[in-house]
């Protein structure tokens, strides 16, 4: 899963992009910590995708 693909899952639970630093997209959520996604073109963010939506309280 690219990290396009997350920030998509992401805005979808109500997440939304907040800034960009770098390479990492910042999304926030009322009540709730900010994270942040890396994104690196088309490349699989392997274990870090699971990581990121599970910080986000989505199981997928």
Not at 7 to 22: H, Q, T, V
């Amino acid at each position: 899963m690219t990290g396009k693909q997350v920030i998509e899952i992401l805005k979808a639970n109500g997440w939304i992009l907040d800034r960009i630093s770098g390479s990492h997209h910042i999304l926030v959520k009322e009540g709730c910590r900010s994270i942040p996604v890396p994104i690196h073109g088309n490349k699989d963010l392997g274990v870090w995708a699971r990581k990121i939506l599970k910080e986000a309280g989505i199981e997928r």
